[in-house]
């Protein structure tokens, strides 16, 4: 029997040996002598291997039963409810567990949830479970079976009870997350398979680990238009979900989007425009240098989209940066220091690289041309680029005193950095804002003469 006790010895199951030897004797009666022992154990021992995963993230509805090593994150509440055709009524309690591949929701039953509740499973033991996988309402649940706790495994995941964004991931459910607003969305409308309406929106938020998307549904959806970016919240009872390869956090209708007074740190990190390569997904930042006309264009399917072209530059070099659907009815102009998120590099007009800004990007502005601007405290180091003369103001004299350059005839040589009304020319020092009917194009470089007023120059001339 040396070769059976190998097979059990190399099992990782939740039966015991004794156990394992009726079944492999009940198979070798099954098969009517076309086994022997050694093959009927391995039988059984594949079939009780079936099932198995290597952790929380292979876990799939269409499974008829899992078994797994996770330990426990959070403990719910008991909760009743009455079943069709029986008097008693039934008891479930939900359990947050996780592994180091992620986070699931188990759900124990009747007599279980009746001993959870009486304090029989602490938060922070590792169990051994067995169930059947479904989809629920936070995205995939297993229903329990079986659960017993194993001293001698260690996993190595942090209970928390305020996430971080890098702390989440997929499963997790439950989330109460602090951060700040860096973006927000309009409410959407779509109907449902049984006829009602819902609504959706999105913000985006960051915290000093990284940021993440918000989805809210419904009745919480509102709250995408109540609050502006730069506020502090905090996320309560949050599920995680993915799309598209990135992990979300969802808000429905059990949980709170809620205004708190902390200031939230969050620090954007952005790839020099130098170093940008077709294909890559980037964070940019920099000063807009010139921003064309909103655009709309009808799509294939008779719909109208819309599209907005802005340049930003950092030190390193500039792009055009093409500004889709509602991103394109965001305020900004030239002189305004914005941050994109999640930008697509593509292959733009005239080979030219171009960042393209679409529903997963997230905008921001910096600083904008209605702000202060901090100048050094040298005489002579008072600024002079895009955001001096954003919307055709210059700097402020050193008394306070209005410009006396007011009606004098001047001439200015420079690069076309905005083509609409104004024209706004750069010669790499400054820029100047021009009234002009005449028509330019962006990347000209012309001279214009004229008299200046109220920090514009009035073309006379164009050559």
């Not at 902390?262 to 952005?270: A, K, L, R």
């Not at 997904?281 to 655009?295: H, Q």
């Not at 895009?386 to 055709?392: E, T």
């Amino acid at each position: 029997m040396g070769d059976i006790e190998d097979i059990y010895g190399d099992l990782e199951a939740d039966v015991s040996e004794e156990e394992f030897r009726e079944a492999v004797a009940a198979k070798v009666e099954q098969m009517g002598g076309l086994a022997d022992e050694e093959t009927a154990a391995m039988l059984i021992a594949h079939e009780l291997a079936d099932g198995e995963v290597e952790g929380i993230a292979d876990i799939k509805p269409g499974q008829d039963e899992v078994k797994f090593l996770a330990k426990v994150m959070k403990i719910g509440d008991l909760r009743t409810f009455e079943r069709d055709g029986e008097d008693e009524d039934g008891r479930v309690i939900n359990v947050e567990v996780a592994d180091e591949t992620g986070s699931i929701r188990i759900s124990f039953w009747d007599e279980q949830a009746e001993a959870i509740a009486s304090d029989q499973l602490e938060v922070g033991t590792v169990l051994r479970i067995k169930g059947r996988p479904k989809e629920g309402f936070n995205g995939v649940e297993v229903s329990v079976d079986q659960a017993e706790p194993d001293d001698e495994v260690d996993i190595d995941v942090e209970v928390l009870d305020t996430h971080t964004i890098e702390k989440l991931s997929l499963g997790l459910s439950d989330v109460n997350l602090q951060g700040k607003v860096l973006d927000t969305g309009t409410v959407r409308t779509f109907s449902r398979d049984d006829g009602s309406e819902g609504r959706v929106s999105n913000l985006t938020l960051g915290d000093p680990t990284g940021r993440i998307r918000i989805t809210l549904w419904d009745e919480q959806a509102n709250r995408a238009e109540e609050l502006s970016a730069g506020v502090s919240v905090e996320i309560v009872d949050g599920y995680v979900r993915e799309r598209d390869g990135s992990l979300e956090l969802h808000v429905g209708s059990r949980g709170k989007v809620e205004e708190i007074d902390e200031d939230i740190e969050y620090v954007p990190e952005s790839t020099p425009i130098a170093d940008l390569e077709i294909g890559m997904n980037a964070d940019i930042g920099g000063v807009v240098r010139s921003a064309d006309p909103k655009r709309t264009f009808d799509r294939d399917d008779g719909s109208e989209g819309q599209v907005r072209n802005i340049r930003v530059q950092d030190a390193t070099g500039d792009i055009r940066v093409a500004l889709w659907g509602d991103k394109a009815d965001y305020e900004i102009g030239p002189g305004d220091e914005v941050h994109l998120a999640d930008v697509e590099i593509k292959d733009g007009w005239q080979e030219d690289m171009e960042a393209s800004a679409g529903w997963r990007t997230t905008i921001s502005v910096t600083q904008d041309t209605d702000r202060e601007v901090e100048t050094s405290s040298s005489d002579d180091a008072k600024d002079t680029g895009l955001s001096a003369f954003a919307n055709g103001n210059k700097p402020d004299t050193d008394d306070g005193e209005s410009d006396d350059t007011d009606g004098e005839t001047v001439e200015f040589t420079g690069t076309v950095v905005q083509a609409g009304n104004p024209v706004v020319l750069d010669d790499g020092k400054e820029t100047m804002s021009v009234e002009t009917s005449q028509t330019v194009q962006l990347g000209q470089e012309i001279t214009v003469r004229g008299q200046l007023q109220d920090g514009r120059l009035n073309a006379t001339d164009i050559f």
